[in-house]
């Protein structure tokens, strides 16, 4: 009898295969929302590769990369963009020079009771820097693909990415910007 359970569970166990979905890096996107005192600025980011894990239609885990040189400013255009691109690549911000890509692993998925609704733990690094952060993400199967949204706050003074804060520096006024940014991550896996 124990000798047919555990062949029963080691055969059942051959159809809970883990797979792994690569992102469709065309399809995917990252905004970005940044705050100051006089207001916000926000843009988009590329994602530069990845995969998500499922089995029997759960997410499990996966990981993805953004090309931090990528970053782009989209609610100002011409040279107002283009010089806060270039400050927010610059070592005052990501330094992407030295960190070309940040990359995010989940290590955690637990199911909040509604089919696609996730609890999702991982590591965020950015600057060869690496903190766990958890946030809820929704997964949806559309048109042969799965598609995962996320919103996420970050606090760049845990990278040390310390310019303009008003938690380091005194004084600052109207050129403070605030520690807190947002991400909305949209991910799509390739067909």
Same mark, same amino acid.
């Given at each position: 009898?124990? /000798?047919?359970?555990?062949? !029963?569970?080691?055969?059942?166990?051959?159809?809970?295969?883990?797979?792994?979905?690569?992102?469709?890096?065309?399809?995917? %996107?990252?905004?970005?929302?940044?705050?100051? @005192?006089?207001?916000?600025?926000?843009? !988009?980011?590329?994602? +530069?590769?990845? +995969?998500?894990?499922?089995?029997?239609?759960?997410?499990?885990?996966?990981?993805?990369?953004?090309?931090?040189?990528?970053?782009?400013?989209?609610?100002?255009?011409? +040279?107002?963009?283009? /010089?806060?691109?270039?400050?927010?690549?610059? *070592?005052?911000?990501?330094?992407?020079?030295?960190? *070309?890509?940040?990359?995010?692993?989940?290590?955690? @998925? @637990? $199911?909040?009771?509604? *089919?696609?609704?996730?609890?999702?733990?991982?590591?965020?690094?950015?600057?060869?820097?690496? %903190?766990?952060?958890?946030? $809820?993400? +929704? @997964?949806?199967?559309?048109?042969?693909?799965?598609?995962?949204?996320?919103?996420? /706050?970050?606090?760049?003074?845990?990278?040390?990415?310390?310019?303009?804060?008003?938690?380091?520096?005194? $004084?600052?006024?109207? /050129?403070?910007?605030?520690?807190?940014?947002?991400? $909305?991550? %949209?991910?799509?896996?390739?067909?």
């Amino acid at each position: 009898m124990f /000798k047919s359970l555990i062949l !029963t569970v080691a055969f059942l166990g051959l159809f809970a295969t883990t797979f792994a979905f690569s992102v469709d890096t065309e399809a995917s %996107k990252i905004s970005w929302k940044a705050y100051k @005192v006089t207001g916000s600025h926000e843009g !988009t980011l590329a994602v +530069q590769d990845g +995969q998500l894990d499922f089995k029997d239609g759960e997410l499990t885990g996966g990981t993805f990369v953004i090309d931090m040189n990528s970053i782009d400013v989209t609610d100002i255009d011409g +040279q107002g963009a283009a /010089k806060l691109e270039g400050h927010l690549k610059s *070592p005052d911000f990501f330094g992407v020079e030295t960190h *070309p890509t940040a990359a995010f692993t989940i290590t955690k @998925v @637990v $199911n909040r009771g509604t *089919p696609g609704d996730y609890r999702i733990t991982g590591d965020i690094t950015i600057k060869e820097t690496t %903190k766990e952060i958890r946030f $809820n993400a +929704q @997964v949806a199967e559309q048109e042969g693909s799965y598609v995962a949204t996320a919103d996420v /706050k970050l606090d760049r003074t845990d990278f040390n990415i310390r310019y303009g804060s008003g938690s380091f520096f005194e $004084n600052l006024g109207d /050129k403070t910007i605030y520690d807190e940014f947002d991400l $909305n991550i %949209k991910l799509v896996t390739k067909k």
